[in-house]
Structure formats: structure tokens, C-alpha cells
């Protein structure tokens, strides 16, 4: 199911038993190639190398991305957490899909303070439902967690979750609730 020319030390993970593809193809965005992951009605991740976490240490990941391919698929490059066999679900925020057209430049920053036994960060490049998704010009940075640029947040995101989820984020930490029950018609006391 590999492409011949599949990018070296790159491997999949697929869900499901469809149809997949994937492969080095000419046309990338700034170089010759990159990386096309085609697919329907499936669910594939294409792994990179595996990379030790280092605590003392915040990880960006970002690149371009392109999507073609029916409305309800979409693609995206996301990190994933591991140790040993056991994999950190947690999800990848934004998409790309097939409203947007061309390369979308993508930005992520690491959860893995929610992933606190994991030991290896995987880079992945994802495609779900049915269509091609393209890859190109990835980059995993490092940063020294003790002294991170001022602009470390305006310039990479606080954090690769989908918007609507942090919404939650201020309720994080330790807090008080007072509750006041008023007498009624069932509680009359």
C-alpha cells in the first residue's frame, strides 16, 4: 500500500482497513517534493522518526499543508505521545480542509505536560475521509523551556487545541464555588 518513493525512516498507522496511499511526489511547495497521503474513507497517520522528550524543554512543530478532497475530509500535522506500545491520545487542533484553498501554514505547540508518563514525542502528518493531503517543509523545534522567547506565544500559539476547548482553560487550577440554595416550593427549608 506504500508508495515506492515513501519518504525514508517514515511509516504509517492506519484505523481502518481502506484504501491508502502514500509517497514522495514532485511538486512540493518550495522544494521538488513532498510528502502525498491519499485515501477513502480512512484514517491514516504517516509517522516521522521518533524524538526522546526532554522536560526541560517546549517543542513547535510547524509546516504546510495542502487538502484536496470531498467536505467531510481533512488533514493536518499534529503531535502524538508515546511510551513503549501505549499511545497519549490527545487531539491535534486545527485542520485543513477543502474550503481552503493551496498551502495553509500550520503552527503547533507540544501538550506533553498533558501527557506526563509519555517519553517519546512522534511528528505525524494525518489525512481522515476521502481525498489527498500534501506535506511540506516540516520543522520540529526545541526550545529551552527556562528561557523561552518573549514572543514564544504570539508567534507559535499557546497550544494546538481546537479553539472551542479552551474555553475551558481559565477554570484550570485550584478554585472555591459558594452555593446558595434559596427555600422554594421543593426545598422548603
Known amino acids: 500500500r506504500a508508495g515506492r518513493r515513501r ?4 511509516s504509517p498507522y492506519v484505523d481502518t482497513d481502506k484504501s491508502y496511499h502514500y509517497e514522495a511526489v514532485e511538486g512540493g511547495r518550495t ?14 497517520h504517516v509517522f516521522a522518526n521518533g524524538v526522546r522528550i526532554d522536560r526541560t524543554m517546549r517543542y513547535v512543530l510547524r509546516g504546510w499543508v495542502r487538502f484536496e478532497g ?12 508515546r511510551k513503549g506500545g501505549e499511545n497519549f491520545y ?22 506533553a505536560d498533558e501527557a506526563l508518563e509519555a517519553d517519546m514525542l512522534w511528528v505525524s502528518c494525518k489525512l481522515e475521509g476521502n481525498g489527498k493531503a500534501y506535506f511540506d517543509d516540516l ?4 526550545y ?3 528561557s523561552l522567547p518573549k514572543d514564544f506565544d504570539l508567534k ?11 474555553v475551558l482553560q481559565r477554570r484550570i487550577g485550584k478554585w ?12 422548603p427549608e
Open 90 to 111: 490527545i487531539p491535534g487542533g486545527d485542520r485543513v480542509s477543502a474550503g481552503q484553498e493551496g498551502w495553509q501554514f500550520q503552527t503547533k505547540t507540544d501538550r
Open 7 to 10: 519518504p525514508a525512516g517514515w
Open 176 to 187: 472555591d464555588t459558594e452555593t446558595t440554595v434559596r427555600p422554594g416550593k421543593w426545598n
Open 70 to 81: 470531498d467536505g467531510d475530509g481533512w488533514a493536518m500535522i499534529k503531535f502524538n505521545y
Open 31 to 44: 522544494g521538488k517534493k513532498s510528502l502525498m497521503i491519499s485515501g477513502q474513507d480512512t484514517r491514516i
Open 144 to 146: 529551552d523551556r527556562a
Open 156 to 166: 507559535h500559539g499557546k497550544s494546538n487545541r481546537v479553539a472551542a476547548w479552551q
Open 139 to 142: 520543522e520540529l523545534i526545541a
